[in-house]
């Protein structure tokens, strides 16, 4: 009974990451065709790549939150930065609510506009749907958040493969003849790219570290942790679920790689159910997924926040209580809904994408060289017999 909690809990952890990283833009193929597909045959691997680099990033990120039981990416920051917590940690609290601003808020509009497309209701009548669905979850913390994303995974996955694997035994030729494409140097309609390893590499490497930017999110997970061993098991099974969904939509998408229509598409994988079968089926399919998927990725980020507001609000209290719990909870998951559901409202997401587009460079500073640097550290004192990195010494 123990190694089955065991299991259920790595695999909750490993779906928290799935729906984190596959939002709407994944499931309407265009994140696919941005970072992988435009660079050349090289496509084909770089997804295991991008999937290698976020879980080895999530696996120590979360070891060290559970060592240092900090649940919250501020207690993680102030602790993990040490001397030189004042200048990460506001960087990343920064990082990461320009993240809550914009993830959420695409969810409000992309899943709004969809699901306008679906019903024909208002788009005010769609998002607030939407935002109540994102709120109710929150609410209920961290143990239904985890349980909610496993059940959305199930759906995401189940729903992609409904899409891809018809499509891929029906237009294999077409996916076959686009591989040769490929390695023949012609590029995918639409790259600018030059079909080289290194720049492959370099998209897939952009991918991953971008991502990572919601690492936060992720450490009050560890909390429900009893065995450092999960860690590492829900990653490996975070890397196998996200790498093999990705390598399938990569050769699916593969379909259509060539096609002039591709130009003028923003949702690659409607042409691709256009250009195959079943189109009637799975067109309300797709339009499913990308709302599923933006609003895993809406709660997830929410999520995040409001664990790191509300530990902060407790730490003050000298007597905090259940009461207090679920009024910090509910006031702040109302709060940041309210807030993302707005910048979907009044147009601000443009406003909000120029901070967005920065937000890669900031993780490698704020995110990346630490991580490296702190995990360079710990091998040298550990080949040293010395263990692990001191909290007073050894912090960056």
């Not at 990461?96 to 601003?101: A, G």
């Not at 196998?240 to 593969?254: F, P, Q």
Request: charge should be positive; aromatic fraction near 12%; include cysteine.
């Amino acid at each position: 009974m123990k190694q089955k909690k065991t299991h259920s809990l790595a695999l909750g952890i490993a779906f928290v990451g799935f729906t984190t990283q596959f939002g709407g833009g994944f499931a309407s193929g265009a994140q696919i065709f941005q970072y992988f597909i435009n660079y050349g045959v090289w496509t084909l691997v770089m997804p295991l790549a991008a999937q290698a680099l976020l879980s080895l990033f999530y696996w120590y990120g979360m070891r060290y939150a559970y060592r240092h039981q900090t649940y919250d990416y501020h207690s993680f920051s102030d602790h993990f930065y040490g001397k030189f917590r004042r200048l990460f940690s506001p960087l990343y609290e920064l990082e990461y609510l320009v993240m809550v601003c914009m993830a959420p808020a695409v969810a409000f509009a992309t899943g709004g506009a969809t699901l306008n497309t679906l019903t024909g209701l208002p788009y005010l009548i769609c998002t607030l749907i939407i935002g109540v669905f994102i709120f109710l979850i929150t609410l209920f913390g961290t143990d239904l958040v985890r349980k909610c994303s496993s059940v959305l995974s199930v759906l995401i996955i189940a729903g992609l493969l409904l899409v891809l694997i018809p499509n891929m035994i029906a237009q294999r030729d077409t996916i076959f003849s686009s591989i040769r494409l490929l390695s023949d140097g012609k590029m995918a309609v639409g790259s600018s790219a030059d079909g080289s390893f290194r720049s492959a590499f370099s998209s897939a490497c952009v991918y991953g570290i971008f991502q990572l930017t919601a690492i936060g999110l992720m450490y009050q997970h560890t909390r429900s942790i009893q065995d450092e061993k999960e860690i590492g098991r829900s990653m490996l099974y975070m890397f196998v679920v996200d790498s093999l969904i990705m390598e399938l939509s990569v050769i699916g998408l593969l379909a259509v790689s060539h096609l002039e229509e591709l130009s003028n598409c923003s949702v690659p994988m409607l042409l691709l159910i256009q250009t195959g079968i079943g189109s009637k089926l799975l067109t309300p399919v797709i339009s499913v997924l990308i709302i599923l998927g933006s609003v895993s990725t809406g709660v997830n980020m929410i999520a995040g926040i409001v664990e790191r507001t509300v530990n902060q609000l407790e730490k003050r209290q000298k007597n905090s209580d259940d009461r207090k719990h679920r009024l910090y909870t509910t006031g702040t998951a109302f709060l940041f809904t309210l807030l993302a559901f707005s910048i979907a409202q009044f147009g601000l997401i443009p406003l909000v994408k120029t901070g967005y587009s920065y937000i890669g460079y900031a993780t490698l500073i704020v995110i990346v060289i630490p991580f490296l640097l702190h995990f360079l550290l710990d091998t040298i004192k550990h080949k040293n017999g010395k263990g692990e990195i001191g909290h007073e010494t050894a912090k960056l």
